[in-house]
């Protein structure tokens, strides 16, 4: 794709990775993803917002071609995908300068080798004047590294929103026209990348919710045409109240553990509770996550393997840690053949997390219609949680 005059002496020089299927050898791309670099004329200088993956190396290039000045670069976020070819940027323009918070400072110094007299930081609310147009920085750390800011164009109200409001999805429309188009991809970035810099987001997101916004152009995915909508989406996923909703992750060997599974799932839908199980071999890891944004209780089923959880279920109870979602309940369940710590190391990996432990099903053996019965029991606790939370 060409570089896109987007409004008058604005222009996108990203690139659209319609091919790429994973990123950071972790996060799944169903949608493949994009790198969103935009430039910015005013009547005397011109800035360059973030660049490209080092992959699109070639695109940049291309896109370059076209703009003999480049004054300013701007970096909003240091993380590769971002960053990587701010040496070359900085190579092709000799006199321009690079933009970032003090504490990126380091990172352009140890992680893209910059020299430093080419560096300028910026302070929090500081504006740059283009001249007719004028940029303010906003510091907003941790989200999702602590050196990230935001770029607000002020006469023309479009927010350069780096990561927040991003989404892994790739289109030739780079304005999103259908807000559901984007729901889904919006909310799996957020679950995946978002989530755990909740609370952050949370204390700030009122210096963006009060911006006079036409646009949000973030560094991933389309720039969105009603800026309302990606706020609200995200006021939502990071409020502090989950839903009327049980996650269940599960794994079994030799079925054992799928009869509390299948019971339970039966016993929670009885009582009106929404259920998403996950057959961890089978998983998604990016819709599991998108599940954990809701979820009010979130259980783990697995057998003992070497007296400790199945390899998968431990994977699992990682990425709950690592993701520290909102949910106020999580659980145990599972079989055992002589002896098992599964419920201790469960418990001992969620160091990051505040759950309230329901009370655990271990079975031993195959589960009987006594056994079952315990899985009944987990659900009735479930339902009278869920109830006292007022979720039901």
């Not at 504006?127 to 023309?156: A, C, N």
Request: glycine share 4%; hydrophobic share 45%.
């Amino acid at each position: 794709m060409k570089s896109k005059k987007l409004w008058e002496g604005i222009y996108w020089v990203g690139a659209e990775d319609w091919d790429r299927r994973l990123f950071d050898s972790l996060i799944p791309l169903p949608d493949g993803t994009s790198y969103n670099a935009y430039l910015v004329q005013g009547q005397e200088k011109t800035a360059l917002v973030d660049t490209v993956d080092p992959s699109q190396f070639d695109l940049l290039r291309e896109h370059l071609q076209s703009f003999p000045q480049v004054d300013y670069v701007i970096a909003n976020h240091l993380e590769q995908d971002h960053s990587g070819l701010i040496p070359y940027v900085l190579g092709k323009y000799p006199e321009a300068r690079l933009l970032l918070t003090p504490t990126a400072l380091d990172l352009a110094l140890s992680h893209l080798h910059v020299e430093e007299k080419r560096i300028k930081t910026v302070a929090d609310g500081e504006i740059l004047d283009l001249g007719g147009r004028t940029v303010k920085f906003i510091h907003f750390p941790w989200v999702h590294w602590p050196e990230t800011m935001l770029s607000y164009l002020q006469e023309d109200r479009i927010l350069f929103s780096c990561d927040l409001f991003g989404s892994h999805l790739t289109s030739s429309e780079l304005f999103l026209r259908e807000d559901h188009l984007a729901w889904e991809p919006a909310k799996r970035y957020f679950a995946e990348i978002m989530m755990p810099f909740r609370k952050i987001i949370q204390k700030n997101l009122s210096r963006v919710e009060n911006l006079p916004l036409a646009y949000i152009a973030p560094s991933h995915g389309p720039i969105y045409t009603r800026p309302q909508f990606i706020i609200e989406a995200y006021k939502k996923w990071i409020a502090d109240k989950p839903e009327n909703l049980v996650v269940i992750v599960h794994v079994t060997m030799h079925g054992s553990t799928k009869k509390m599974v299948d019971r339970l799932i039966k016993a929670l839908a009885e009582r009106n509770i929404q259920v998403q199980p996950f057959n961890l071999p089978v998983t998604d890891t990016g819709k599991l996550a998108m599940s954990l944004v809701d979820a009010a209780t979130i259980i783990v089923a697995s057998p003992t393997v070497l007296t400790g959880l199945h390899p998968l279920a431990a994977e699992a109870v990682f990425l709950v840690n690592a993701l520290r979602p909102k949910a106020l309940l999580a659980g145990f369940m599972g079989s055992y053949g002589w002896k098992s710590r599964a419920l201790e190391q469960l418990k001992a990996m969620l160091d990051s997390v505040r759950f309230e432990f329901l009370n655990p099903v271990q079975v031993k053996g195959d589960p009987d219609e006594a056994a079952l019965k315990l899985v009944d029991d987990l659900a009735e606790e479930i339902f009278r949680k869920h109830q006292a939370a007022g979720l039901l």
